[in-house]
């Protein structure tokens, strides 16, 4: 019976390669199971430590105008909050705990208790949704790539088989429900259309 040498530690030039449990990909964390649970462990770390720098300099304080509090979320909270997630496949379970952090994230900005909603005061401060921020996110990314000319050609060639899990499945779905308030801030809504609408008609779902 012969010997699995992958069972055996790898050496290159004299050195063992250290065996890790997750590998960062794209400013992402991803473990042998293609699950980002780490990597989302430390966004809401960072977060919570981007909350405290802002109230240790004392810019987040009580005397601080509410409009003033929902720009610091939007503009310095969320980007931490939401680094890397346009490269992974965001599932069900996923967007929960994303919605959660959010909400968390808005309500110690705010010092609310956390068994309070924060459906009305998104509204109330013109912020948008956990959901609809990351689909812009995923929106822009995809727009990004079309736009250089190597990266289209290979979207164009693959485009015709669907991956469960892929980026472009991800956006034809966003763009197939329909949000008035996400599809009117987009200005890449229409571009995105055309493109999947000339180079997807027959996309054939991989098996």
């Not at 997750?22 to 770390?45: F, P, S, W």
Request: proline share 1%; glycine share 2%.
């Amino acid at each position: 019976m012969k010997e699995d040498i992958l069972q055996n530690d790898l050496v290159l030039c004299g050195t063992v390669t250290q065996k890790v449990d997750t590998m960062r990909y794209l400013g992402t964390e991803q473990d042998a199971l293609d699950k980002v649970d780490k990597h989302i462990n430390k966004l809401k770390q960072k977060t919570i430590a981007a909350l405290a720098k802002l109230n240790s300099i004392g810019i987040n304080s009580m005397f601080l105008c509410p409009f003033m509090k929902a720009q610091l979320f939007k503009i310095f909270l969320r980007p931490v909050l939401y680094y890397g997630l346009e490269n992974i496949y965001i599932n069900k379970t996923t967007m929960n705990q994303l919605k959660r952090l959010d909400g968390n994230a808005l309500k110690r900005i705010f010092d609310l208790h956390k068994r309070c909603k924060t459906t009305n005061l998104q509204i109330a401060l013109n912020i948008p949704s956990c959901v609809d921020t990351i689909k812009k996110i995923k929106i822009d990314l995809l727009a990004r790539l079309l736009e250089n000319e190597y990266a289209k050609k290979i979207i164009q060639e693959t485009i015709l088989v669907a991956i469960e899990k892929d980026l472009v499945t991800e956006v034809i779905k966003i763009l197939e429900e329909e949000n008035e308030s996400l599809i009117n801030e987009q200005k890449n809504i229409t571009l995105l259309e055309m493109f999947l609408k000339l180079n997807g008609n027959q996309r054939k779902v991989k098996v």
